[in-house]
């Protein structure tokens, strides 16, 4: 049973939630503000966190810099503006998903159920794949480059997946999204661009002139194929 936190201050939502959530197999706590949620979350055995950005004192933005401090459990955020640059920072931030309010609870079921799943590994063996002095193993969801490993959010690393087993090819923005976090993502293609952001600095690629991610000008992205020439 996966255990979800829910930081809303929304009393009558988060009820609503609880029992939504509960009743399909889910266990769910809640937090009415950022606080008591970074309390409840570092008590352990949360598995994914619902995060609203109008919260009192510190916003959800705040709330999701802390938790990506320390920790990689998935985030879903929701926003009542309906503004896209407030998904944006979402994005830049860490989270996994948004949600704008108001939304249909079988929605959000379904983001939690395909986010879940993302972090799940395999029930087979998950091939491991190297490029560009990369080295992903899909199965321990573990990164590492020139030997260090990387702590990447779960968006990150189904990205990166998608472009290292794809390494040599150009992978379409629309089609990258798509892989990683299915087809409703597939026409917000700015999100990728912030992902890949996200990416190329813990891959300690320069922004100006990457190595590891290339960007293919009104296409998409592309890992290259084997190893990298080292930065002189």
């Known amino acids: 049973m ?14 609503l939630l609880a029992e939504y959530l509960q009743a399909r197999g889910h266990s769910v706590v809640t937090a009415p503000d950022g606080e008591q949620g970074l309390d409840r979350l570092r008590t352990g055995g949360v598995d994914l966190v ?16 802390e938790i990506r401090a320390d920790s990689n459990v998935p985030i879903i955020m929701l926003t009542a503006r309906g503004d896209e640059m407030d998904r944006i920072v979402g994005l830049e931030l860490g989270a996994d998903d948004y949600l704008p309010k108001p939304f249909n609870p079988r929605e959000l079921l379904a983001r939690i159920r395909a986010v879940m799943r993302r972090k799940a590994p395999g029930a087979a063996p998950a091939e491991t794949f190297s490029a560009a002095g990369v080295r992903l193993d899909p199965e321990r969801r573990e990164v590492q480059v020139d030997g260090e490993p990387v702590e990447l959010t779960t968006t990150e690393f189904e990205i990166l997946r998608v472009l290292v087993a794809s390494a040599g090819r150009v992978v379409p923005r629309e089609r990258l999204m798509e892989l990683a976090r299915g087809p409703d993502w597939a026409s917000f293609e700015r999100s990728v661009d912030v992902h890949v952001s996200h990416l190329r600095r813990k891959l300690g690629d320069d922004p100006r002139t990457p190595r590891r991610i290339k960007t293919v000008r009104g296409v998409g992205y592309m890992v290259p194929a ?3 020439a080292a930065q002189g």
């Open 2 to 15: 996966d255990r979800i936190l829910v930081i809303d201050d929304d009393p009558g939502l988060t009820a």
């Open 50 to 65: 619902i995060l609203d950005v109008m919260l009192p004192g510190k916003d959800g933005f705040e709330i999701c810099r």
């Open 226 to 228: 084997g190893p990298i």
